[in-house]
């Protein structure tokens, strides 16, 4: 069986303002969402993913290219007539009605049967959670429990895709990690595809079946948490997600010489002026008098509880950052100053692209 | 507590009532003041050259409804009165109704301008006010006279072959009236659309709802107490009003506030108009209540 993409955006253009001060919000960008996937789009601010985002639930028309709904153009389709609904960033709650009817009105818009109406409000008030919450006014809950409101009420029309345009970023850290796993648990069980914009690159990681990473109205990459944290494409992919330590180098088949003069092994065969990345996790501390360690001094700690990073200069003062376990109490570890040999794990040095 | 910081207390209770004598007294005067004037006079005889006789007389509060017949000395009813009351109230409904219509949208444009031209077009709002009333209501004549702009344009564009006779009609007055009390609508409507998040027309387009539901459903719901405050504003104002009708219905269509003022005036029959005026005062009180009440069942179960 063939499974349907769920939504696809095929050469999107979508340009604010005319002529030469028009901006280009995205810059032909073409993406596949899987069936009952949870995806989302990461990128700084600006960069373009809630534009994406606001195209495919039909606030925005784009300026070129098209968007399909398991296979069918909804390019030009208004949001009303879309079976996609958006968990908006500032959660948009009707203040006039009660917990139960913004949870009911989509189904009321769409001209459901009573019966139904109300059963389905139930399930979805049982679904986040709220059901003691039911008849009272959207002000008097906290923010967590606006939100659910909000992921209750545009999944009470059963959309085909949910939208959700940082709807986390309201909440403080303790909320938003409960909600994070919450999230993912609705996704599971209602089986909706979730389409999810964020900044944060955590809840992006920890959330996500696949990534699409965005920047200055392009997609840069797309895969799943590991392939984007362990492969990025470009150095910005590289940089965005998690710490990194970019080494500038000269490659030559599976050899690579440092401008420190030191060489390392790659993993894929280059040629000619690279850019490395490799991660701190995947530098080790090792004996100076080591001999295929490189040589280098440590020039600054800074402790973080569970790790500490240690800066380290090479022979020619490239800054490389190392990331460890703290040391237990009474270790003393490495201190300031102090010559250290570095060893790279297995293909931990990375090509990659600008 | 301990006796003298009772005494303390008792005496910052009469300082505050000293502090808020001025206004007190000033809340007497002006308010409660005539209002007790207009109550006694209207249970009173009327004197022959105007004023009133210190005599007990419910002839006052009688006519308001009904007149003696002059050759069979029976009591009928008053049906001049019935009409002015009816027109009074009438008229002064369908001015809040197409102050309505008219100051929504254009409460809700001013609302969605930037925040620069906002302020220059409630301005525009406010120039009304700098003018004198009775000016303004003269140039309304003007415009809907036989000859004037109303009736000139229309027949330009074909749309009339002869003029509308406009002026002493209780449409005249109606014109009048909206014209006038139009601000009253748009400013109270302006500031409730202003509050009005417009994030929540998009959270609604996405949830099916149709422009003409995300109106109904969601707009003016939530907007509802500027209506009600704007509807007050122009319903009240309308239904005392005194100079529209008496230019623009030219004497023969007369409204409550004329008919008082005929009372004090050529009628000489105070009692009569001060009957009147609090009638008047009643059907306004009235229209508030309803209005209040209306407000506040939609608040406990809306």
Redesign the interface.
Known sequence: MTTQNAIEARNVVKAFGQGDTAVRALDDVSVEIRQGEFFTLLGPSGCGKTTLLRLI???EMPTDGVILLEGQDITYL????RP???V?Q?Y??????TVAQNIS??LE??GKPRGEIKQTTERMLALVKLEEMASRKTSQLSGGQQQRVALA??LA?QPKVLLLDEPLSALDLKLRQAMQIELKRLQTETGITFVFVTHDQEEALTMSDRIGVMSAGKLQQVGSAKDIYTRPVNRFVASFIGETNFLQAQAQGNKARLSSGDVVDLDAAATGAVTLTIRPEQIRLADPADADALPATVTNLVYFGTDTHVHLALADSTEVVVRQQSPSTGDSGVVMGQKVGLRFAPGAAQVVGD | MSPAEEDQIKQSARNGWLLSAPALFVLTVAAVGPLVIILLYSFLEAGKHGNVVWNFSLEGWQSILWTKDIFTDSYVWADAHLTIFWRSVKLSFMTTIFAFLVGFPTAWFIATRPPKARAFWLFLITIPFWTNLLIRTYAINEVIRAQGLLNTILMKIGAISKPLELVYTDTAIFIGMTYVYLPLMVLPLFAAIDRF?M??L?????????RW?ILR??IL??VKPGIIAGSILVFVPSLGAYVTPRVLGGGKQMMIGNLIELQFGQGKNWPLGAALSLTLLLIVTAALLYYVKVANGEKSH?
């Open positions: 639930a039909g606030f208004p949001p009303n007539k996609v609904n958006t908006f500032s948009a709650l009707f203040p006039h009605l009105f989509g818009m769409l009420r545009a029309p | 998040d994030r929540l998009e959270a609604g387009y996405d949830l099916y709802a149709s539901d459903r969601i719901p939530i809306g």
